[in-house]
T-cell receptor, first 113, second 113 residues
Framework: NAGVTQTPKFQVLKTGQSMTLQCAQD?????MYWYRQDPGMGLRLIYY???????DKGEVPNGYNVSRLNKREFSLRLESAAPSQTSVYFC????????????FGEGSRLTVL | QKEVEQDPGPLSVPEGAIVSLNCTYS??????FMWYRQYSRKGPELLMY????GNKEDGRFTAQVDKSSKYISLFIRDSQPSDSATYLC?????????????FGKGTLLTVNP
């Protein structure tokens, strides 16, 4: 049982380049999330998808776009990367019917030079 | 005032010590209270989950919620080196399709053998 899988695990970009972080879950969960984690800032919600076909902004959405491709997959795109987007990105999912455990992936470490 | 305040530490204790980790919050709408544990270079994992005020115990771990004071705590008894991790409190107001967690910044704990 893989849980939540994120790719790539590491990436280095130059300012202005674009890239997509991929996330897939195999738990048949309805809701999926993208967080970023920075030293001294904790986990901050970028975007979330309460169910297939819906997406909503979180606390720090600027500079990002998302796509809920199907129930399993939720991608995060940086159209023009900036050094301020250097961070560790976590994808998470939850069944979505009621409050409960959020399952996280292992993270994607992104450096923008 | 931030919605959730958590002392980032770091906190260093000897093996066998009792550890107390705390968060305060300002939003009375928070109803669900969680503690996540995050090992270095891993995603967070749910450790404790509670809904109401009072104590909840699970082995060496006790979660305490005081809604009147807007204060939550995690106690670790007989701490072990394997407890060395970052501990994040997480709160939310409701379940269902609009389920979003607000995280504290995390407290880095080191238990020394």
């Amino acid at each position: 049982n893989a849980g939540v899988t994120q790719t790539p695990k590491f990436q280095v970009l130059k300012t202005g380049q674009s890239m997509t972080l991929q996330c897939a879950q195999d738990m048949n969960h309805n809701s999926m999330y993208w967080y970023r984690q920075d030293p001294g800032m904790g986990l901050r919600l970028i975007y979330y998808s309460a169910s297939e076909g819906t997406t909503d902004k979180g606390e720090v959405p600027n500079g990002y776009n998302v796509s809920r491709l199907n129930k399993r997959e939720f991608s995060l795109r940086l159209e023009s990367a900036a050094p301020s987007q250097t961070s560790v990105y976590f994808c998470a999912s939850i069944e979505g019917i009621s409050a409960g455990e959020l399952f996280f992936g292992e993270g994607s470490r992104l450096t923008v030079l | 005032q931030k919605e959730v305040e958590q002392d980032p530490g770091p906190l260093s204790v000897p093996e066998g010590a009792i550890v107390s980790l705390n968060c305060t919050y300002s939003n009375s709408a928070f109803q669900y209270f969680m503690w996540y544990r995050q090992y270095s270079r891993k995603g967070p994992e749910l450790l404790m989950y509670t809904y109401s005020s009072g104590n909840k115990e699970d082995g060496r771990f006790t979660a305490q919620v005081d809604k009147s004071s807007k204060y939550i705590s995690l106690f670790i008894r007989d701490s072990q080196p394997s407890d060395s991790a970052t501990y994040l409190c997480a709160l939310t107001g409701s379940g269902g399709s609009n389920y979003k967690l607000t995280f504290g910044k995390g407290t880095l704990l080191t238990v020394n053998p």
